[in-house]
């Protein structure tokens, strides 16, 4: 056998460690999906207690999202696993989710409260003077610009938080990353371990992009 058909056994058929590159796959899906699906309810929280007329939840909610922003996310995961719930006996996935779903809330709570910004408030005045209800004027007149406005953002974000997820290997999960170190260590020849998780990265991000726009979101909403 050639150089790259050894390393293409070593790297994926040896000790069936293809298996591992699954593991990583599937932890790297499970933290992604549930931690942004997570996230979008923590940001839309964030995002009304930031506008509400509560002095204290307003306070509240800026201090959470400047923490929560420009603390490292590897440092966050640190914290959370070894030092808020260091001494409690949970499923380390579920902290690890926990972590991310406040990182990413705080950056989706940043994008929903720039589109309603971007509102303009003469529509809202004109819709309230033709008889809509706040309900209505939010249906109708601030979702679709929101939606208009931060849908591409949000989608990113999706993207942004699936990269995020490269750094729980240092908190003993084993993801796409981790996996690719794992075998790397083994077979002491990192590049298809390492070309073929950059693929993968590449693969899901495509993929939930497409999907993205398979909802066909605007045209649902008249946007």
Do not use: W
Not at 13 to 25: A, C, D, N, T
Not at 200 to 216: P, T, W
């Amino acid at each position: 056998m050639n150089y790259f058909q050894k390393l293409f056994y070593f790297t994926f058929v040896y000790e069936k460690r293809y298996l591992i590159f699954l593991r990583g796959f599937y932890t790297t899906l499970l933290l992604s999906i549930a931690s942004f699906i997570c996230g979008t309810l923590f940001g839309i929280l964030l995002c009304a207690m930031k506008r509400s007329n509560n002095k204290i939840l307003i306070k509240i909610a800026d201090v959470m999202i400047a923490l929560l922003i420009n603390i490292p996310t590897m440092v966050l995961l640190l914290v959370f696993v070894y030092v808020i719930f260091g001494s409690i006996s949970a499923p380390l996935a579920i902290i690890v989710i926990l972590a991310l779903t406040m990182k990413t809330g705080s950056y989706i709570c940043e994008i929903i409260n720039t589109a309603l910004d971007a509102v303009d408030p003469g529509e809202i005045e004109a819709a309230r003077t033709l008889g809509m209800t706040s309900r209505q004027t939010f249906i109708y007149i601030t979702m679709p610009h929101v939606i208009s406005t931060g849908l591409e953002l949000y989608k990113n974000q999706f993207i942004l938080n699936m990269q995020e997820t490269a750094v729980v290997g240092y908190v003993a999960l084993v993801d796409l990353t981790r996996a690719s170190s794992i075998v790397g260590a083994r077979t002491m020849d990192s590049l298809l371990a390492l070309l073929a998780i950059s693929v993968i990265y590449f693969v899901i991000g495509i993929a939930f992009k497409k999907l993205f726009n398979l909802m066909r979101i605007e045209k649902h909403i008249g946007v």
